[in-house]
């Protein structure tokens, strides 16, 4: 054990260590800098920060640091043993997965924005902050948000993935939270929600921007206490997921015009993703249209077919034309 900064980071720089809890107020400075010192020179180590209850906004600033989650005082231990649980779990892919490295299998492409994506995808995977993508529709934001789960230690665990744009504001309720039976006409028995049903690993939340206002504000108390209430239910359950939300709309200017809540707007928007459109990504598409076709031909079982370069048969042509 470290009784301050530079203690700590001696420790670091003479042992190996499976992870690491630290207080924010330290004798010689901040767990804070412990937390970036740790993030730069040993990011394969998952460091905690106890924090003080209530304290969101220091919470969220050890996560944008590279703290792996926070833990609130007075320390709660089933809490802690779930941190701790998931900090010291390294998941393990099957085999037909580790032939290729799985960002590469499910994030195709070799442009440079692409291969930078890759590297913050794999990040942000070892954190358990919430995520928040960007990009235009069909850019892929649930494949990016279904590999961020695949990477993280919550890969053994549901990867549950909602549309809030296609779900009608009377239900939404009902498909996040859950409800008892004959709460209301048509509940002929208990349903489990949606966040219940992501216990242990990821909620993907597609069109966030879509929820109404009073949604926003039953989300955002889920996604601080971690608790949920089912419709018609008088008792709270213990949820544990990392939230991953996704949006094609200009979240921030929703915010500035009272549409999206701005403290659910602060406490899902830790770590941020913005997708390319595939008109940046030129170099791309004769890459992602021969993966296309070669899962076609497989499906159909006919001998693997190609795409050309139409420039390289043009070349192609002009040197064999005569004059």
């Given amino acids: 054990m470290a009784h301050h900064l530079q203690q700590a980071k001696y420790f670091f720089s003479e042992y190996k260590y499976d992870a690491c809890i630290t207080d924010l107020n330290l004798p010689d400075g901040s767990g804070l800098d412990l937390v970036k010192h740790v993030s730069q020179h040993y990011p394969k ?18 996560l944008k640091a590279g703290a792996f989650d926070f833990v609130s005082k007075p320390i709660n231990q089933l ?49 358990q902050a919430p995520v928040f993508i960007t990009g235009e529709s069909g850019t892929g934001k649930e494949v990016v948000a279904n590999l961020i789960h695949l990477l993280s230690n919550r890969s053994d665990s549901p990867f549950i993935a909602i549309n809030c744009g296609a779900i009608s504001e009377e239900l939404m309720e009902s498909e996040l939270f ?54 018609g239910s008088d008792t709270e359950i213990e949820v544990d997921f990392r939230i991953i939300s996704a949006t094609h709309q200009n979240i921030e200017a929703l915010v500035e015009q009272g549409k999206f809540r701005h403290d659910l707007f602060f406490r899902i928007h ?34 693997s077919k190609s795409f050309t370069d139409a420039r390289s048969e043009e070349h192609t042509s002009e040197l064999q034309s005569p004059d």
Wanted: glycine content about 6%.
């Fill in 45 to 62: 180590t998952p460091i905690a920060v106890l924090t003080a209850y209530g304290n969101m906004e220091i919470a969220i600033a050890s």
């Fill in 79 to 127: 809490h802690l043993q779930q941190l701790l649980q998931k900090a010291l779990h390294v998941p393990q892919l099957s085999e037909t997965v580790t032939k290729a490295p799985l960002e590469e299998s499910m994030l195709i492409g070799d442009s440079q924005i692409i291969r930078k994506l890759r590297e913050s995808i794999k990040k942000i995977a070892r954190s």
């Fill in 178 to 231: 859950g409800h008892k039976k004959g709460c209301f006409s048509g509940a002929t028995q208990d349903k489990q929600g949606l966040v219940q049903a992501a216990n242990g690993g990821t909620l993907f939340l597609d069109e966030v921007a879509e929820l109404s206002l009073a949604m926003q504000a039953k989300l955002l108390r889920a996604v601080q206490e971690k608790k949920i209430r089912p419709l």
């Fill in 270 to 303: 830790v770590m941020d993703i913005t997708l390319p459109p595939l008109r940046d990504r030129e170099r791309d598409i004769l890459i992602l249209a021969n993966h296309f076709i070669q899962q076609i031909c497989t499906e159909w079982r006919i001998p």
